[in-house]
């Protein structure tokens, strides 16, 4: 069973950083492109950053380019965000995001898997 688990949220003043974790469980983690969401409060699911499976390529977001830094650690099975001069509009709740390809029933499709989210609040 794929199971991520999310920490390191918090409340920080704006300036401020936080590095949030995910730990991930039930597949083989360094084959696996994994990525960071968030979701803001009253908005819909942000794609934040993602990070190939030997680290060689890490993509984001316009609006977190050149504050944050995603990083991965296959021996430990866990993935990072580094989030540096963070802002309010940085606030929300943040996930770890796995996509495999799987049987689904008689088929095969790509299936997304989440945490439980960690809460990232930026306020003076």
């Known amino acids: 069973e794929v199971q991520l688990g999310e920490s390191g949220g918090g409340l920080v003043q704006p300036g401020g950083s936080l590095r949030l974790s995910c730990a991930a469980s039930?597949?083989?983690?360094?084959?696996?492109?994994m990525s960071w969401f968030r979701r803001a409060p009253g908005k819909g699911l942000e794609w934040v950053s993602g990070i190939s499976t030997g680290s060689s390529s890490t993509t984001y977001v316009d609006s977190v380019k050149g504050r944050f830094t995603i990083s991965r650690d296959n021996a430990k099975n866990t993935l990072y965000l580094q989030m540096d001069s963070l802002k309010p509009e940085d606030t929300a709740v943040y996930y770890c995001?796995?996509?495999?390809?799987?049987?689904?029933?008689?088929?095969?499709?790509?299936?997304?898997?989440w945490g439980q989210g960690t809460q990232v609040t930026v306020s003076s």
């Open positions: 039930g597949f083989t983690f360094k084959y696996y492109y």
């Open positions: 995001n796995v996509e495999k390809f799987e049987q689904t029933g008689s088929s095969y499709d790509y299936v997304d898997y």
